[in-house]
C-alpha cells in the first residue's frame, strides 16, 4: 500500500461518516441485493487500462463529478466505486452524493483486495 500524507487521511477519514462503505469480500453478494447496480472504477485511466474488474466501468476520480450525470441519469442507479484500496472512491462517492445520488458505496479495499476475489478483466 502506498504512503499517503497524513493531510489526505484525514481529508478521507472526515468523509467516512457519511458515505457507506462495503468491503470488497462482501462486494458480490451485496451487489447481488442491486440489480441495477453499475460498478464504476475511479482509479486513472491507465490503471484501469492495466487491469479491472470485469464489467466495471471507467469514471474516473478527476472526472467523475463532470462526467456522472450523462453517465448515470437516474440518480436512484446503485452505484458501487472503487480505487486503488477505498480512499479516492470515499471521496469520490461522498461528492456525488452531494450531487444528489441516492445509492451510492465505496468499496473498502478497492483494487488490491478485488483482484484476488472477483474475475478481472486485462
Same mark, same amino acid.
Given at each position: 500500500?502506498?504512503?499517503?500524507?497524513?493531510?489526505? /487521511?484525514?481529508?478521507?477519514?472526515?468523509?467516512?461518516?457519511?458515505?457507506?462503505?462495503?468491503?470488497?469480500?462482501?462486494?458480490? %453478494?451485496?451487489?447481488?441485493?442491486?440489480? %441495477?447496480?453499475?460498478? !464504476?472504477?475511479?482509479?486513472?485511466?491507465?490503471?484501469?487500462?492495466?487491469?479491472?474488474?470485469?464489467?466495471?466501468?471507467?469514471?474516473? @476520480?478527476?472526472?467523475?463529478?463532470?462526467?456522472?450525470?450523462?453517465?448515470?441519469?437516474? @440518480?436512484?442507479?446503485? !452505484?458501487? /466505486?472503487?480505487?486503488?484500496?477505498?480512499?479516492?472512491?470515499?471521496?469520490?462517492?461522498?461528492?456525488? %452524493? @452531494?450531487?444528489?445520488?441516492?445509492?451510492?458505496?465505496?468499496?473498502?479495499?478497492?483494487?488490491?483486495?478485488? @483482484?484476488?476475489?472477483?474475475?478481472?478483466?486485462?
Amino acid at each position: 500500500m502506498a504512503d499517503h500524507s497524513p493531510g489526505f /487521511l484525514a481529508l478521507v477519514d472526515s468523509v467516512r461518516p457519511r458515505i457507506r462503505e462495503v468491503p470488497a469480500a462482501e462486494l458480490l %453478494q451485496t451487489m447481488a441485493r442491486h440489480p %441495477q447496480a453499475r460498478l !464504476l472504477d475511479v482509479r486513472e485511466e491507465s490503471e484501469f487500462a492495466a487491469g479491472h474488474v470485469r464489467g466495471a466501468e471507467w469514471l474516473g @476520480k478527476g472526472i467523475i463529478e463532470r462526467d456522472i450525470e450523462a453517465r448515470v441519469p437516474d @440518480k436512484d442507479t446503485p !452505484l458501487f /466505486l472503487y480505487c486503488g484500496g477505498g480512499y479516492r472512491s470515499a471521496l469520490a462517492a461522498d461528492n456525488i %452524493q @452531494k450531487m444528489g445520488y441516492r445509492q451510492v458505496w465505496s468499496i473498502d479495499g478497492g483494487w488490491r483486495a478485488l @483482484k484476488e476475489l472477483v474475475p478481472i478483466a486485462p
